[in-house]
């Protein structure tokens, strides 16, 4: 026809879709929005379809439509072909804009179906999470209702209370179906459940067995496809096998099972408290009353920020660090030593913390302390550093290139600076209380309460580089990345404080006896 050569190619392809009945609904609804404001458009689909209607009637196959035999000259008196196909392509486009308004109609019709389901909880905390309710594709914020439903967290940590009192933190990824406050069905994913007697008997469905508690706080993790696991922090929970039914396995504080999806048997295995989700809460603890009163300049306990991408100052000086996640999708908040920690996963990941700017000292005193755990031991893994290649900071704390011990740098006036380093390799899969003091004559470094090593050091120079990096160093040599962060942290960090002055080895030994006291601390409810 006259438009077919000004016809756009993208509405062509579109146009010939339909008339194959291939359009995709997000097509479908281009379609529409090009036919509605494009009146050449309209015109181009209405004789296309007439064209369409014109073709399948000449060789039959309207349908399947059954048209009975006449003689010419009646079928000439009754039947004009071009109104036929013009009321054809009329049909066509009614059935267009029906299945569009269906389209359109059915997301709000099951919306609304859902709203009507009775409330069994609500989402009471969020740290960067999105949790969709998967049959209506709507998202779930804190302080809304959960019903029963189909879920997907596809980001960050949550915190779900149930109307029973059952409290869990789901880390994503997850799917899971809420049945009632009850039942939940774990298809895929990592929660921690703390069950109060009101909740007992609430039970944690998976693919393999059905976990039901008896008063208890654990965990369970769930990999599609491969099997489950279930970790029992207190109490007591019974395991139900799906491939025997008939057998009942109970397991109490300290234990922990898996079944793989191709066996189907249980085996013990050990329990792995801090590879779980726990509390969004930092419990009040004699640790942090003693740092708060040695007055730091900067205190991280590393609390699950709303935002799930920033470490909170505690010290009440707002000196906020930025979250840098790099190539994890998983939350960067962990199980800590004292509530929750900050949780890096090495240089694959290139997870790292950054406080662009903050005071520097100016009187030669320095101190650090610091909870931290290492998985492994990266070449010069950095807990924090005020450091970059090619520029002059205050301070590198970290681990030793390869050999992985403990070690702080200091730098003088100029390039020159004191290293003071353990003797030992950093251990691994342990909590390790580290600090170090520099009061302007000596610097000494700490492990577990105890000094290690100390040396004379000089005057603390002036840095050129202004950020703190927590978790790496911000400037690095990596050829692979030029310039950028390296020296990743492989574990996790917590309850970190510096201070713009010198604190006392009494200090140090006191906030280690504390911190000892608070092993496996964790309100209910951060991996």
Excluded at 88 to 110: C, D, T
Excluded at 150 to 157: I, Q, T
Excluded at 177 to 195: E, F, H, I, N, Y
Excluded at 291 to 298: A, E, G, M, R, Y
């Amino acid at each position: 026809m006259s438009y077919q050569k000004d016809m756009d190619p993208q509405f062509q392809e579109l146009l010939s879709a339909f008339l194959d009945d291939q359009l995709t609904t997000e097509q479908r609804q281009q379609l529409a929005e090009w036919i509605q404001k494009d009146t050449q458009a309209r015109a181009l689909y209405l004789e296309h379809c007439r064209m369409h209607a014109a073709l399948a009637w000449e060789h039959g196959v309207v349908g399947g439509m059954e048209i009975p035999t006449l003689p010419e000259e009646q079928a000439a008196s009754i039947f004009n072909r071009r109104k036929i196909t013009q009321a054809l392509a009329l049909a066509a486009g009614i059935a267009l804009l029906i299945g569009l308004a269906w389209e359109a109609v059915l997301p709000a019709m099951r919306h609304r179906e859902w709203m009507t389901r009775p409330a069994l909880g609500e989402m009471k905390r969020s740290s960067g999470g999105e949790l969709v309710v998967r049959e209506v594709d709507s998202t779930i914020a804190v302080g809304d209702a959960l019903r029963r439903g189909n879920y997907e967290l596809r980001s960050g940590l949550i915190n779900l209370q149930l109307d029973n009192g059952v409290e869990l933190v789901v880390e994503a990824p997850a799917q899971f179906q809420l049945d009632s406050a009850l039942l939940l069905v774990l298809q895929d994913g990592r929660l921690s459940a703390t069950v109060p007697p009101s909740g007992e008997g609430f039970t944690v469905q998976t693919p393999e067995a059905d976990v039901i508690d008896l008063g208890t706080e654990f965990g369970v993790d769930v990999t599609a496809g491969l099997g489950s696991e279930v970790h029992v922090f207190s109490g007591e929970v019974e395991v139900k096998s799906r491939s025997d039914i008939n057998e009942t396995l109970r397991l109490f504080t300290d234990q922990a099972m898996r079944i793989d999806e191709s066996v189907g048997q249980p085996a013990g295995i050990s329990v792995e408290k801090d590879e779980f989700p726990g509390s969004f809460d930092e419990p009040p603890t004699s640790y942090a009353e003693l740092v708060q009163s040695l007055k730091p300049l900067i205190y991280y306990r590393m609390p699950p920020s709303d935002d799930g991408l920033t470490l909170i100052d505690q010290s009440g000086h707002g000196l906020d660090a930025r979250i840098e996640p790099g190539e994890t999708h998983r939350s960067v908040f962990g199980r800590g030593k004292v509530g929750s920690a900050f949780r890096t996963r090495g240089p694959k990941a290139r997870t790292y913390a950054i406080l662009p700017d903050y005071p520097k000292t100016t009187n030669n005193q320095l101190s650090l302390v610091a909870w931290v755990r290492a998985d492994s031991r990266p070449r010069w893994a950095s807990i924090a550093k005020n450091w970059g290649e090619g520029k002059i900071g205050q301070f590198h704390f970290g681990l030793v290139d390869f050999s992985g011990e403990l070690e702080i740098v200091l730098r003088g006036p100029k390039r020159g600076g004191k290293r003071v380093r353990d003797t030992v390799p950093f251990p691994l899969d342990s909590w390790q209380h580290v600090a170090f003091v520099a009061d302007g004559e000596t610097l000494r470094l700490y492990r577990n309460g105890v000094e290690v090593s100390s040396a004379p050091h000089k005057p603390i120079g002036q840095p050129n580089i202004q950020g703190l990096g927590i978790g790496a160093k911000l400037i690095g040599n990596n050829p692979k990345w030029p310039g950028q962060p390296s020296d990743f942290w492989h574990g996790r960090i917590d309850e970190l404080a510096l201070f713009n002055h010198a604190i006392t080895s009494e200090d140090i030994r006191r906030l280690y006896e504390a911190g000892q006291g608070n092993e496996g601390l964790m309100a209910k409810g951060s991996d």
